[in-house]
């Protein structure tokens, strides 16, 4: 098959007035093919073809092979040789192996299925140059990071040094709460710190309008109003709905100065609500995924609808103990099932634990500023975790959910 594949593609993707496609494909002893059978054989991958868009070093591998061709110049007598061939190549027996280290959204865009996330990142601009470096090309912000400025930095000195072209790159920022109302503003902010012209994806950070804080008033807002106020707590913005911040998401995104736009922590009656008004239908959908918050049906309607994923908080609790959203008993790095699977394919537990959000088919986006943990958390293709560790892993699902406004909101903001 990826041999007639490329024959197609010979037959079918470089014919013009010099080409006649009758005589375009021929056996190597010169013999013309028949016409009816590439005719066939064209509709038949007409009808079963899919749009990839190439990046620098992609190959193809199909049904275990690899498979290429090339053109050579045109000779006078107005033909060309099209070279197709196949190298058979051997992947590990396992069906489940290496999940695409890219997953493609909506609008054909593809979005890397591993990112560095930049929530209290610290020394920012060195490690997302050292990030790129490293071969991440998924970059993950938010204005409330109160760091898009050094991620900026970060992402210009990696662009200047050739490491990589902006179009290789997948840069991801959020709209904080106090910008529900002035959607433009907060937008136009977050593009100026990260000195980019666009962004890749912009979320609506939480389903949470909050009143209007002003850039030169304080920025990042953060969730008090009024930190200064005899009771400091959060005030919220009534008079703005979840749709139109997102009519005001579609608008940028129509407008060119972003490629996608999704969400953030929401579950499935708001995403399916959202579906059903939206003009623009959400692209990601980013939520706290691991294995003691496996939010499996909501996995499994967003696939459904078409709407990628991408989990954060992909080590469990980790980012929360220093905060006291969780305990050290909670690690899921320490705990022996991930230890143990980690053991048995000689991979740390880390890395055990980001391979089970990419085999689950998701984007993950953990956060380091260690060098070798940077590049340990990126080498997740080369091996895939068995059925029956996909299953322990799963089976220690708790429902157990760090990011909570729910319940931090009324301990850290003094509001219900």
């Not at 139109?244 to 996608?260: P, Y």
């Not at 499996?296 to 991408?310: D, E, I």
């Amino acid at each position: 098959d990826a041999l007639v594949n490329q024959i197609v593609a010979a037959y079918t993707g470089w014919i013009d007035q010099r080409n006649d496609p009758k005589k375009a494909v021929v056996f190597a002893d010169g013999t013309t093919v028949p016409s009816d059978c590439l005719d066939d054989l064209t509709k038949w991958y007409d009808d079963h073809k899919f749009v990839h868009r190439w990046e620098p070093g992609d190959f193809m591998i199909v049904d275990n092979t690899v498979s290429c061709h090339s053109r050579q110049p045109y000779t006078t007598d107005g033909r060309r040789k099209v070279v197709a061939c196949v190298a058979r190549g051997r992947l590990p027996s396992s069906s489940d192996t290496k999940r695409a280290t890219r997953l493609t959204l909506p609008s054909g865009d593809p979005m890397p299925a591993v990112g560095l996330g930049c929530w209290k990142l610290p020394n920012a601009a060195e490690v997302v140059y050292e990030a790129i470096k490293a071969g991440y090309r998924l970059i993950d912000c938010a204005a409330d990071y109160g760091n898009e400025r050094d991620v900026g930095r970060g992402i210009k000195r990696a662009l200047d040094e050739g490491l990589c072209r902006r179009d290789e790159l997948f840069v991801v920022s959020k709209l904080w709460n106090t910008f529900h109302s002035h959607v433009d503003e907060g937008f136009k902010k977050s593009l100026e710190d990260l000195g980019l012209d666009y962004l890749d994806l912009y979320l609506i950070h939480f389903p949470i309008a909050q009143r209007y804080v002003p850039i030169d008033v304080r920025y990042p807002p953060e969730w008090i109003y009024d930190p200064n106020a005899a009771n400091p707590c959060m005030e919220f913005d009534d008079s703005v709905t979840y749709f139109d911040t997102w009519t005001c998401l579609e608008g940028l995104q129509t407008r060119g100065s972003v490629r996608n736009i999704g969400v953030c922590n929401i579950g499935t009656t708001m995403l399916r609500q959202l579906l059903a008004y939206a003009r623009i239908k959400p692209a990601v959908l980013q939520i706290e995924l691991h294995p003691y918050n496996t939010q499996q049906k909501l996995l499994q309607f967003a696939r459904s609808a078409g709407v990628q994923v991408m989990a954060f908080s992909n080590l469990g609790s980790a980012s929360y103990v220093e905060l006291g959203m969780a305990t050290p008993a909670e690690s899921l790095i320490d705990h022996a099932v991930i230890k143990t699977i980690a053991q048995t394919n000689d991979k740390t537990p880390a890395q055990v634990l980001l391979r089970w959000g990419v085999q689950r088919g998701t984007a993950v986006i953990p956060k380091t500023a260690n060098l070798t943990r940077l590049k340990e958390n990126i080498d997740l293709f080369d091996f895939s975790l068995s059925a029956a560790d996909m299953a322990a892993i799963d089976a220690l699902d708790a429902g157990r959910r760090f990011n909570d406004p729910g319940v931090f909101c009324q301990l850290a903001f003094n509001t219900f």
